[in-house]
């Protein structure tokens, strides 16, 4: 899955949770979360909770 694809379906929530995106995606890597993180599209709040980040 690509950052895009991801941030279409789950952008209008701007800030989320992992289990929101397993009910979206139930086979979903967390590890393109860490990634995400790392290059700056999301923000991490807590273990579980993330947001968009000047996108």
Known sequence: ???????DKMF???CF????VYAWQPDFD????????KK???IRFTA???CFFGI
């Open 1 to 7: 899955m690509t950052f895009l694809e991801f941030k």
């Open 17 to 20: 949770n992992i289990y929101q």
């Open 30 to 37: 967390r590890n393109n979360l860490t990634r995400w993180v």
């Open 48 to 50: 579980r909770i993330f």
């Open 12 to 14: 209008d929530l701007a």
């Open 40 to 42: 700056g599209y999301l």
